[in-house]
Every structure is written in C-alpha cells, then in structure tokens.
C-alpha cells in the first residue's frame, strides 16, 4: 500500500507543467535588451559630456591668459569692499581691524617681502625714468573737481581749446595750484642738483687728454687696466722702456 501511493505521487510531480524553452528566451533577451539600452544609455550621457568639456577647453583657450588671476583678484576686491563697509557701518576702522587678524608670521613675511622688493629699480633708460617721475606726480596730484566743473559750467563750449584757439583760454588757475606747481619745479631742480653737481678739478692731476670727453675715457681705461699698466706708465716716464 505504501509502495503505491509513492509511485502515485512520483508520477503527479511529473505530470506537473514546467517552465517552457520559449519563456527561457524571451526572459534572455528581454535582459539582453535592457543591458543594451542602458549601454546606449551610458554611451549618450558619455558623449554629451565629452562635448561639454570640449566646449569648456575652447572656451577657456579664447580667454586671456591671466583671466584667472584677474577674476580671483576682482573677487578679492568685493569682499574687502564688503568687509569695509560692514566695519564702517559698526563704526570701525577697516584698516585697524584688517591688522588686528594678520598674525606675527604674516607681518613678518610681508616685510621680508618689502626689503626684497625694490620700488625703484634704478636707472634704466630715460623713457623708464620719465615714467616714472609721471607716476609720482600723478599720485601726488589733487585736483579741484568742484572748481573744475565751476569753471567748465560757467566758460561752456570755450573752456577746452581747439584748433581755432589762439593763445591761451580764458581759464585762469587759482593761486593755489600756482603754489603748488612752484614747490614742484623748485622740488625737482634741487633733486637734480644733487645729481648733476659737477666733480672738483684736480689742478695737481697730469694732463693726460686733449677735451672732456677724452678726459672720461682715459679715466675708464684707468680704471680697468690701471693695475696692468701701471708698471709700463713708470718706464714710459723714465725713458727705460724697451
């Protein structure tokens, strides 16, 4: 009895209905369908930002070379002017408190930088020169925007002057800047006499050179092979030269 309803039971599970051979591939490539699309999925996301990076380098390339250092400077510069105004509207001063957050180290950076960097690098050509002295008073200029405006209000079209101007315009400067402009002049004569002053002529000194300008060469070569020809200079004198 026990042996029959085995072998009955066997051949139930048998004749139980499986998973069919059509159903295996239609599951396979319906997961092969998917692994495609999200190929092509991948691939497009890929190649859009491949494109945006080549768009950004030629970007990028067309931009001056120091665009960087000029945008992070800009930068720079509105969060100090924000920081100042926020330190005016507390009523401090910007300057006292920037001082009071730069630590020992810092200052002493700085002033190492300040000694190493010379701000006038000496004499270069007169071009160099001439820019420079335009600078310095430039820097040291104060004009009178109020009374500039005054007069340019009150002369009209007759306060710049044009090709038809003859002599000088109406404009008429105040004592002011005539003072000013005096303390320059005399300001910049004495710095050049310092400068210019003539060398003390040596009566006693040998009478080696024919002008002034022989005078400097011969103190050139003096200068660079005095100690060479020294000796020979002696003998010359003596009349023992060979």
Do not use: C
């Amino acid at each position: 009895m026990k042996t029959t309803t085995t072998t009955t039971m066997a051949s139930n599970v048998d004749s139980l209905p499986g998973p069919s051979s059509s159903t295996t591939d239609e599951g396979k490539k319906k997961d092969r369908l998917n692994r495609l699309k999200n190929l092509q999925l991948r691939m497009n996301e890929a190649r859009k930002m491949n494109h945006q990076e080549v768009v950004e380098e030629d970007r990028r390339k067309k931009l001056p070379a120091n665009f960087e250092q000029k945008r992070k400077f800009v930068e720079w510069e509105e969060q100090e002017e924000k920081k100042r105004k926020e330190a005016e509207a507390r009523g401090e001063v910007y300057d006292r408190v920037k001082l009071l957050e730069v630590g020992a180290d810092e200052a002493e950076k700085w002033e190492r930088k300040k000694k190493k960097k010379n701000p006038d690098p000496g004499f270069s050509d007169y071009e160099a020169a001439t820019f420079r002295q335009y600078q310095r008073n430039t820097k040291a200029l104060k004009p009178d925007l109020k009374d500039y405006d005054r007069q340019k209000d009150k002369m009209g079209e007759d306060f710049y002057a044009t090709k038809n101007t003859l002599g000088l315009t109406q404009r008429k400067d105040s004592k002011e800047a005539v003072d000013r402009m005096v303390d320059d002049l005399e300001k910049q004569i004495e710095k050049r006499a310092k400068y210019s002053r003539r060398r003390a002529h040596d009566e006693d000194a040998d009478i080696d050179y024919i002008n002034e300008r022989n005078a400097k060469f011969n103190k050139k070569l003096e200068r660079f092979y005095g100690t060479y020809t020294a000796e020979i200079k002696q003998n010359l004198e003596r009349g023992t030269a060979v």
